[in-house]
């Protein structure tokens, strides 16, 4: 159980382009979704949280109007990386949990690489 | 300012044998600790949580010690074997209401298992 998709796993786009990733939650509900950034050999940063119904609350030092994130139904959020630049380039990762302090339930991630 | 070390960026070990990897944090308070494991293009997936109050936690082959005194995490994984080869993350939460905003994650050490 506990199963959370990403899609897509792999995307190539031109500068000046969107991105759009999906997450779902396959077999859960999740009221709150997270979305990570990762570049090579180093950790998972937080970038936003991404709550059903209402507004993403985003980190300190990530465009708000950059990374758009819609979190229209309980199993779905997305992430638009809008007007890509090279150095949007990196691993994008979403994660859901069921609730309360329980361990976070990973997407397999978003290569995203701007040419 | 917070931070969390994992030891050595890369460990080899030889197959049967036990690793151990070390999660130093400094000024944290956390509620509680998690092991991830991500494997090179993927998303991490969950092993073991601990709380605060715990000393040890078990699952198979995996032990994770916390020791709040040392500021300390301990993970083991005995009669060691190739397919454990991955990048192994720790993450703290200071949150103990766990909104997951506060969890925050090492920049893991990459395990190598000889055959």
């Known amino acids: 159980g506990a199963v959370v998709s990403q899609h897509p796993s792999r995307v190539i786009c031109k500068s000046g382009t969107s991105v759009k990733i999906e997450c779902r939650s396959l077999?859960?509900?999740?009221?709150?979704m997270f979305w990570y950034r990762q570049f090579p050999k180093k950790s998972l940063m937080l970038m936003a949280t991404s709550n059903e119904g209402s507004k993403a609350t985003y980190e300190q030092g990530v465009e708000k109007d950059k990374f758009l994130i819609n979190h229209a139904s309980l199993t779905l959020s997305t992430l638009t990386v809008t007007s890509a630049h090279p150095e949007d380039s990196s691993f994008y990762i979403c994660?859901?949990?069921?609730?309360?302090?329980?361990?976070?339930?990973f997407g397999n991630g978003t290569r995203l690489t701007v040419t | 300012s917070q931070k969390i070390e994992q030891n050595s960026e890369a460990l080899n070990i030889q197959e049967g044998k036990t690793a151990t990897l070390t999660c130093n944090y400094t000024n944290y308070s956390p509620a509680y600790l998690q092991w991830y494991r991500q494997d090179p293009g993927r998303g991490p997936v969950f092993l073991l949580l601990?709380?605060?109050?715990?000393k040890e936690k078990r699952k198979e082959r995996l032990k994770v010690t916390f020791d709040t005194t040392l500021k300390q995490s301990l993970f083991h994984i005995t009669a060691s074997q190739p397919a454990d080869s991955a990048t192994y993350l720790c993450?703290?939460?200071?949150?103990?209401?766990?909104?997951?905003?506060?969890?925050?994650f090492g920049s893991g050490t990459q395990l190598t298992v000889l055959p």
């Open positions: 994660s859901a949990r069921l609730q309360g302090i329980q361990p976070l339930h």
């Open positions: 601990i709380r605060e109050n715990e």
């Open positions: 077999d859960f509900q999740a009221t709150t």
């Open positions: 993450a703290l939460d200071i949150d103990p209401s766990g909104s997951a905003r506060q969890l925050t």
